[in-house]
DNA sequence: GTTGCTGCAAAGCTTTTGCATTAGG
DNA sequence: CCTAATGCAAAAGCTTTGCAGCAAC
């Protein structure tokens, strides 16, 4: 899957906070162990540099680098990280049957970024937005919903395969 | 699955304008057949009240009828009916492992409408608003990305659940 | 009569689970 | 030590596919 980013001008900076030692602090505060598979799923993310990985990617990462883990595991860390009490990862399904993993990054104004994905090359074009301002909590009111979180996905076709199509 | 449905006030109004005799027309544009396994999904959807049903439900439900259909009939029915050619189904994925299909429901406005999804009961609550009004043009000048459809999720809990986290 | 469609069963993929073994605290 | 975590392999789902027979046009 190519991974195309895209910042909206005032949007650029992050802050991702992970390291190791967050990881430690957020697995004892729940009574979890740091094994070193934790450790190095954990890792894989902190050295990606932004890309969705699948359950699958992750353990061909590991098992390319000489690191032994099976793939039960790395589906077991998966989960873990992405509950509410770990909060590391972030889990999204593009409407492939696999599901893929981010670092669950936070924009200064506490929104996530949505996604941009061509219908012909499946390439994801992440987008950074504050069109969401007030609305979440508009929802919130009228529907008695309690908004966690939020996924925002646009499908379409890119550049490059718009071009395709018309020929 | 429970499905509660919301209509925010001013975007009551919809438009289905699905028929068998739609389907054959579009059928026919496209030298496809009109065979009966294809009216009778039809016909589960236009019979259905704007639930979310999944392939097994649709093959369960024409069974049950008596009517004699394959599963893998259902999915490739499916799977036409949401083709942009076609453009009579929307295929939906909630984080389930399964997907779901509703009929393609345009509101007044043009845009399809928007899920709230119980993190705890899994219920769907659907909601209709504008806030996307705008954006998505701004979004394709500025990442040149033509946007041919979207899906809006949020994650939470809905008033029963939130009270029963509480206790 | 052609050509596409269906049904069945098998295969494919991703993800989950049971259980004996291992390792963290 | 004690409990949780791991690895393996098997199972579980959902979805797709191959192919022979059937139905639409």
């Excluded at 508009?138 to 020929?167: R, S």
């Amino acid at each position: 899957m190519l991974i195309t980013k895209f910042w909206h001008a005032g949007d650029i900076e992050m802050r991702d906070g992970f390291s190791i030692e967050e990881l430690k602090k957020r697995l004892q505060n729940s009574r979890y162990k740091l094994t070193h598979q934790r450790q190095d799923v954990l890792e894989v993310f902190l050295n990606s540099t932004g890309e969705h990985l699948s359950a699958e990617e992750v353990h061909r990462t590991l098992r390319d680098k000489g690191y032994d883990i099976g793939l039960a595991t790395v589906y077991r860390t998966l989960e873990l990280m992405c509950s509410p009490e770990m909060n590391i990862l972030q889990k999204m399904e593009f409407g492939e049957k696999r599901a893929r993993y981010e670092l669950k990054k936070i924009e200064e104004n506490g929104h996530q970024h949505h996604h941009l994905i061509c219908k012909k090359c499946d390439k994801v074009i992440e987008f950074s937005e504050d069109m969401l301002e007030g609305l979440e909590q508009k929802i919130a009111e009228t529907c008695n919903f309690n908004i966690i979180d939020h996924q925002v996905l646009f499908y379409g076709y890119c550049q490059e395969c718009a071009k395709k199509l018309e020929n």
